[in-house]
């Protein structure tokens, strides 16, 4: 599927998106902790990596992946605190060793990657038994702003494919009229 236009990567730290979206909410929400070692995966230019290295401390890593130099580029120079590894992933393939993670984050993600049964069996692979994965996407709805209708996975087939996956569905919920907000466990 078509990836984020590093064109427009203005738009994922946007005031505007600050002001719909607190990341450290969302991030502590999800249970996120001191001393954790969290992936975002799909980072983009950070706007959930860097909260999340202050919410995870010295104590904790952050591991943020993206298949575009682009994306991490635009972090580096942000200068992220030192518990930020940045690492470019493959479209299928994350290079982590298996049960690496204690939480991990695909926001706005999914509906980006070509084949989204070989990407979560990776994703789960790279999480510790028990571990959260979280999932955020976009309401499939027309709309001004975000990706076309064609692209975007409803709520209901973004849960088929994370049971599929291997991961038990904690709670489902909206953000707001845009975006859902999946809670799951690896099962
Ligand atoms: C819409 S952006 C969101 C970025 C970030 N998660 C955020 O919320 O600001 C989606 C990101 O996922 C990345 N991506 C797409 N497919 C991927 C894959 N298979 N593995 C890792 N990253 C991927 C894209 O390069 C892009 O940076």
Same mark, same amino acid.
């Given at each position: 599927?078509?990836?984020?236009?590093?064109?427009?990567?203005?738009?994922?730290?946007?005031?505007?998106?600050?002001?719909?979206?607190?990341?450290?909410?969302?991030?502590?929400?999800?249970?996120?902790?001191?001393?954790?070692?969290?992936?975002?995966?799909?980072?983009?230019?950070?706007?959930?990596?860097?909260?999340?290295?202050?919410?995870?401390?010295?104590?904790?890593?952050?591991?943020? !992946?993206? /298949?575009? +130099?682009?994306?991490?580029? @635009?972090?580096? *120079?942000?200068? %992220?605190? $030192?518990?930020?590894?940045?690492?470019?992933?493959?479209?299928?393939?994350?290079?982590?060793?298996?049960?690496?993670?204690?939480?991990?984050?695909?926001?706005?993600?999914?509906?980006?990657?070509?084949?989204?049964?070989?990407?979560?069996?990776?994703?789960?692979?790279?999480?510790?038994?028990?571990?959260? !994965?979280? /999932?955020? +996407?976009?309401?499939?709805? @027309?709309?001004? *702003?975000?990706? %076309?209708? $064609?692209?975007?996975?409803?709520?209901?087939?973004?849960?088929?494919?994370?049971?599929?996956?291997?991961?038990?569905?904690?709670?489902?919920?909206?953000?707001?009229?845009?975006?859902?907000?999946?809670?799951?466990?690896?099962?």
């Amino acid at each position: 599927m078509a990836k984020f236009d590093p064109g427009k990567i203005g738009l994922l730290l946007s005031d505007e998106r600050y002001a719909e979206t607190d990341p450290t909410d969302i991030l502590i929400g999800a249970g996120l902790k001191k001393g954790d070692v969290f992936g975002d995966i799909g980072c983009g230019p950070g706007f959930f990596t860097i909260p999340a290295s202050y919410i995870v401390g010295r104590e904790g890593m952050v591991y943020a !992946l993206d /298949v575009q +130099e682009e994306m991490l580029e @635009e972090l580096r *120079k942000r200068r %992220p605190p $030192e518990n930020v590894r940045i690492v470019r992933s493959l479209e299928d393939s994350i290079p982590l060793d298996e049960e690496t993670l204690d939480l991990a984050l695909l926001a706005y993600v999914l509906h980006e990657v070509e084949r989204g049964d070989t990407f979560l069996r990776e994703v789960r692979r790279v999480l510790r038994s028990g571990a959260t !994965l979280v /999932v955020l +996407e976009w309401e499939k709805m @027309e709309e001004e *702003k975000g990706p %076309p209708f $064609e692209e975007r996975i409803s709520k209901e087939d973004a849960k088929r494919m994370l049971e599929e996956g291997g991961f038990r569905i904690v709670k489902s919920e909206n953000l707001n009229p845009s975006h859902y907000y999946i809670h799951t466990v690896k099962a």
